[in-house]
């Protein structure tokens, strides 16, 4: 349905598409959508969640004796490879370039990204050797990823909207770029 969703939202913005057309283009009831969702722009939540944490899983795998750069450099390609994925990247970068229009979309696009932040803690905790309750550790993955969510929405903004080419080495540079600068611990180098 959060496909559904985004599609929609993409061909007839967010005032020109119903709750009742989402849940008609997914083949359900309305009532199925308004019990599982707060609002029409909530729908797109599960698509945008499934993008980010794709790419935090994808930092799980970072191994110690890399740095973010050789990193995504690495594995970047692996992030968009499959038909599906590249759909759903393309659907999320949409609705991502949409916010400035549509601004009933960020509640559910910083839902997405507080999901995704949480998750990254792991990944801070791990290469700083600090528990994942730590507060230092905790701000570190807060700053990290606010960096990465404004990347986002500058790529995407380029991508969409004006029709800007990025090679995968770009982006891993400008994502790699952002997460250095906001780092608060030394993550982003090999670790031991």
Known sequence: MS???A????????????GEAIAEASGLSKRTVWRYFRSKEACVEPLLLATELRFVAMLREWPPDA???EYLRAALGSYVEGEQAVRDGVAAARIVAL???EPALRSAWLMACAAAEAAFVEVVAARSGRPAGAFEVRLCAAA???ALRVVDEEVS????NDGRAFTLNEIADRVAGAIRTASTLPICDPVE
């Open 3 to 5: 496909r559904h969703a």
């Open 7 to 18: 599609d929609l939202f993409w061909r007839h913005g967010v005032d020109g598409t119903s």
């Open 67 to 69: 740095s973010i750069e």
């Open 99 to 101: 916010l400035p229009k």
């Open 144 to 146: 990290a990823m606010a």
């Open 157 to 160: 903004a380029a991508a969409i």
